[in-house]
T-cell receptor, first 116, second 117 residues
Framework: DVKVTQSSRYLVKRTGEKVFLECVQD?????MFWYRQDPGLGLRLIYF???????EKGDIPEGYSVSREKKERFSLILESASTNQTSMYLC???????????????FGPGTRLTVL | AQTVTQSQPEMSVQEAETVTLSCTYD???????LFWYKQPPSRQMILVIR??????QNATENRFSVNFQKAAKSFSLKISDSQLGDTAMYFC??????????????FGTGTRLTIIP
């Protein structure tokens, strides 16, 4: 089974701190994604990466950056955490699509981040 | 840009009954995929069912089936013989056909489904 793990289930940080959220997948997937999940807003894509050292902005990249130095690991960085970044953060991965398209996104358990 | 709308924030149904969750989407793409994901309380998001837009036949997975109406841009999920374990947040999602394997999902806002014993 595909396994996507995230470094923390719960995290509490203070405003202005630099925050690292780590995601690791064990299935040699090319594509990895970071979402944030907020009530009434669903999941919104922050950044994604389709290869090592490659990244693309999603729908809400402001205030975030990412790093993908190794294929299995995709990090989300909050350079200076703010209270409006309090949220649930979900990581996902998928094998690069190829016909016939059968792959789906596999999600990690999520990190609930609270910024005080 | 694609949008996905789930107009039912919350629903509840008695165990063993059938329930239908609605989803509509807006896109100018002709080739795409639609998904229903399930997020149980404090558990990981998992895929429930997937539909390819070029297929006219509605997808089915055991007790889960979809009603895909391409012209109406509607993609509803039907859960038959509902079970307590179906209690979860359900998200509808859209993905246009991936080019070079770079696919992004656009999610709806979710429907919280509660199965009542």
């Amino acid at each position: 089974d595909v396994k996507v793990t995230q470094s923390s289930r719960y995290l509490v940080k203070r405003t202005g701190e630099k925050v690292f959220l780590e995601c690791v997948q064990d299935m040699d997937h090319e594509n990895m994604f970071w979402y944030r999940q907020d009530p009434g807003l669903g999941l919104r894509l922050i950044y994604f990466s389709y290869d090592v050292k490659m990244k693309e902005k999603g729908d809400i990249p402001e205030g975030y950056s990412v790093s993908r130095e190794k294929k299995e690991r995709f990090s989300l960085i909050l350079e200076s955490a703010s209270t409006n970044q309090t949220s649930m953060y979900l990581c996902a991965s998928t094998e690069k699509g190829r016909a016939p398209f059968t792959d789906t996104q596999y999600f990690g358990p999520g990190t609930r981040l609270t910024v005080l | 840009a694609q949008t996905v709308t789930q107009s039912q924030p919350e629903m509840s149904v008695q165990e063993a009954e059938t329930v239908t969750l609605s989803c509509t989407y807006d896109t100018s793409e002709s080739n795409y995929y639609l998904f229903w994901y399930k997020q149980p309380p404090s558990r990981q998001m998992i895929l429930v069912i997937r539909q390819e837009a070029y297929k006219q036949q509605n997808a089915t997975e055991n007790r889960f089936s979809v009603n895909f109406q391409k012209a109406a841009k509607s993609f509803s999920l039907k859960i038959s013989d509902s079970q307590l374990g179906d209690t979860a947040m359900y998200f509808c999602a859209f993905m246009k056909h991936p080019n070079f394997g770079n696919e992004k999902l656009t999610f709806g806002t979710g429907t919280r489904l509660t199965i009542i014993p």
